[in-house]
């Protein structure tokens, strides 16, 4: 072997690695897109897929030549059929045109859809043995058990994208899980970590989306502000590695360069940093085992000087506590609360609930489904939905019903 064939990284070899992205207009999708930008011919797209914006769609889809490009929402159909027309590039849309995209073969399926949407695409994936990068959390979260029986019966391999479960896979040791004594899931405590109680219930949309450390989309920004997304990612850590819900834990980090920590039997901490910039985790999941150089920062120890750390402190985030009960209650609590979540976020941003509403929206449908016995496990997907619309109804009907009795906080301008 040459001296020049031994410095060649298996990725190398292996030649250019195809890959689709399902949600690729998003925050994520588009940091991906970055990445393959950066790597010239080391990626090539096969699909790629949006809701609605097709325009933006259209464009990453000719830069980057892909062979199809999926709407997820029909009546844009006609808008991407024009705005690709003559590009020779395949369109379509709906569930169909996702399920598409996410079955072509390809060596790795970046599944970016926000929400509970991305579900069955990402199984779709998955369904097909396919390696998938998985950023849309809420596929374990809602629909975990049967998610990762599918894994399993399919041999796919599923490589988490959040920055702390990307952290995490690369600390935990898997050949001796009883060695593990907990994981650490950090936490930046996101906008209102300081801010007093009462400016923080009443905040606008435009305050709980300014994340100090991540820029991402709008969900996972309003989840960061409640702690939910830290929630939905305990969830997501319970899934993904074998783990007790006891040896889950969270800690403030407010600088975000500690990206999670794993705690072993013998009192050694181990910990994962990196400059937070989601095109680290991206990377690894697309080019794992393998690693390749990424457009970031150098971390700068020197220059941050000091790595500090506080206690949660559930009281300011009841959404943390919510996520908690979810995850021992079991069945499809966890379902609920996230689709509870979804509306109350929607709803949150539309400006007709406050932000201090929406952990009080999804405790008041946590405790209506406990009583009506929806909290069961679901058997199929087919049962996820019938529980999601459940969930996205009883919400919806919560919040009618507060809004009518005038119950809900307002904002504050700043
Ligand atoms: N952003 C981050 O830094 C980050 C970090 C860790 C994990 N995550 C997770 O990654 C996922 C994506 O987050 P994001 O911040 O990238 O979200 P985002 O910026 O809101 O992008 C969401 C993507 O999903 C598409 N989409 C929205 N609704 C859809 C639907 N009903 N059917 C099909 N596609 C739909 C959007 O298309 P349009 O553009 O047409 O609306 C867009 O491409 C979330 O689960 C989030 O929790 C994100």
Redesign the pocket.
Known sequence: MSLMAEKLSPLDRLGPQRISI??????????ALDLVAHHGGTFSIEAL??????Q??AHQAIKFKAKLAV???EGAYGDLCEALSGSGIEAAAGQSG?IEAAERPVDCVI?????V??LN?TLAAIKKGQRVGL????CLVCAGDLFMKEVERSGATLLP???EHSAIFQLFDFDHPERVEKIILTASGGPFLKTPLDVMQNASPEMALKHPN????????I?SATMM?KG?ELIEAFHLFPVAVDQLDVLIHPGSVIHSLVQYCDGSVLAHLGTPD?CI?IAYALTWPDRIECPVKPLDLAQIGTLSFEEMCEERFPALTLCRQALQTGGCAPTILNAANEIAVEEFLCHNIGFGDIARVIDLVMEQAARENMLNNASDLQEIATVDAYGRQKALSVIKKLQAQGEFAGYSTE
Do not use: C, F, Y
Request: aromatic content about 2%.
């Open positions: 399902l949600g690729a207009t998003g925050s994520i999708g588009s940091s897929s949006a809701n609605s914006n097709v933006l769609l709407v997820a929402d996702l599944a970016a859809i926000v929400g949407s991305g695409p950023a849309n959390k809420e994208v959040d920055s991540w820029q991402m989309g709008r969900k996972i920004s989840d997304n939905l989601m985790p």
